[in-house]
Nanobody, 115 residues
Framework: QVQLVESGGGLVQAGGSLRLSCAVS????????MGWYRQAPGKQRDMVAT???????NYADSVKGRFTISRDNAKNTVALQMNSLKPEDTAVYYC?????????WGQGTQVTVSS
C-alpha cells in the first residue's frame, strides 16, 4: 500500500501564491508517475500536473506558466508551487501516485482563491 498526505492548502487572494506538498510512505518502490489533480464543487476531478520518476512534467493548459511541479525521489515528496492564483483555481487538490498499474490518492487539501 501507498499512503499520501497533502499539506499546504488554504485561503489566498487572487494573484497570490501557495505551495502544496505531498509526503509519500509505504510501498514506494515501483512508483512511476506522481502528480496533482483537483476537483471543484459539481465538477469532475481533473489533472493539474504530473511528473515522472525521471522528472518529466506535464501540465494542464489552464495552469501552464503559473504552476510548477517538483519531485524529490530521495525524500519521497512531490510539491506544487502555485503562483498568480485565480478564483477559478479554487478546488480540493489531491496528490496522486501510480504504482504497478494502481492509482493511489491523498485525502485532499482545500485551496480557495478569493477575488
Amino acid at each position: 500500500q501507498v499512503q499520501l498526505v497533502e499539506s499546504g492548502g488554504g485561503l489566498v487572494q487572487a494573484g497570490g501564491s501557495l505551495r502544496l506538498s505531498c509526503a509519500v510512505s509505504g510501498s514506494i518502490f515501483g512508483i512511476t508517475s506522481m502528480g496533482w489533480y483537483r476537483q471543484a464543487p459539481g465538477k469532475q476531478r481533473d489533472m493539474v500536473a504530473t511528473i515522472t520518476s525521471g522528472g518529466s512534467a506535464n501540465y494542464a493548459d489552464s495552469v501552464k506558466g503559473r504552476f510548477t511541479i517538483s519531485r524529490d525521489n530521495a525524500k519521497n515528496t512531490v510539491a506544487l508551487q502555485m503562483n498568480s492564483l485565480k478564483p477559478e483555481d479554487t478546488a480540493v487538490y489531491y496528490c496522486y501516485a501510480l504504482r504497478i498499474f494502481k492509482d493511489y490518492w491523498g485525502q485532499g487539501t482545500q485551496v480557495t482563491v478569493s477575488s
